[in-house]
């Protein structure tokens, strides 16, 4: 089955640096990548949509300066957090929509922990 | 934007019981699928269902997409099948969270 992998699985960092976390296709071509936040006991909310070779299109309230999206080919998208800050703490989930997969079936990665200390 | 509920939010089981969770929409969908979120946070595709009904072992869900609801059926219920359950829906080319139904199944 299609596979989605997420790198680094947890992350812990100072306030100030800047983490990137990278989403990548397995075994199937991604022509459109997802990028989710979780908070404890929440449900999942879209940051942004990446296509390949295009720019990220956020949603509402999401900082495209702060949360930079880079979607160079098509098994790899990168999610950057700039300038993290502690409330910027949370999980964040990957996505990819298969190119001529089933319906629009969207497959998750494992998810990152970020810990901003 | 779309507005996707699902009940109930917390629900405990003995193992061998059976539960219904539902999820209801606030507008027309061109796709739903259900989730299950394991403790490790990862999701696991259950169900593609944009409309009608389909099986997989001790789970089905149905959707009736003109009313506006799905239901995940769990039967025989397992510790394993605890963790929280999500659907989802499709309505403009990106997937639509619900509050999420979080199950634990007790010995």
């Known amino acids: 089955g299609a596979v989605v992998s997420q790198h680094p699985s947890r992350v812990i960092c100072k306030s100030g640096t800047s983490v990137k976390i990278e989403c990548r296709s397995l075994?199937?071509?991604?022509?459109?990548m997802f990028w989710y936040r979780q908070f404890p006991k929440q449900s999942l909310m879209l940051m942004a949509t990446?296509?390949?070779?295009?720019?990220?299109?956020?949603e509402q309230g999401v900082e495209k300066d702060k949360f930079l999206i880079n979607h160079a080919s098509l098994t790899l998208s990168t999610l950057t957090v700039t300038s993290a800050h502690p409330e910027d703490s949370s999980f964040y989930i990957c996505?990819?929509?298969?190119?001529?997969?089933?319906?629009?079936?969207?497959?998750f990665g494992p998810g990152t922990r970020l810990l901003v200390l | 934007g779309i507005q996707v509920e699902q009940s109930p939010p917390d629900l405990i089981l003995q193992e061998g019981a059976n539960s219904t969770l539902r999820c209801n929409f606030s507008?027309?969908?061109?796709?739903l699928q259900w989730f299950h979120q394991n403790p490790w946070g990862q999701l696991i595709n259950l169900f593609y269902?944009?409309?009608g009904t389909k099986q997989n072992g001790r789970l089905s869900a149905t959707t009736v997409a003109t009313e506006r609801y799905s239901l995940l059926y769990i039967s025989s219920s397992q510790t394993t099948d605890s963790g929280v359950y999500f659907c989802?829906?499709?309505?403009?080319?990106?997937?639509?969270f619900g509050t999420g139904t979080r199950l634990q199944v007790t010995l």
């Open positions: 996505s990819a929509r298969e190119f001529g997969g089933p319906g629009e079936t969207q497959y």
């Open positions: 075994d199937f071509q991604a022509t459109t």
């Open positions: 990446s296509n390949e070779g295009s720019k990220a299109t956020y």
């Open positions: 269902i944009p409309s």
């Open positions: 989802a829906v499709d309505a403009a080319s990106k997937l639509t």
């Open positions: 507008d027309s969908v061109n796709n």
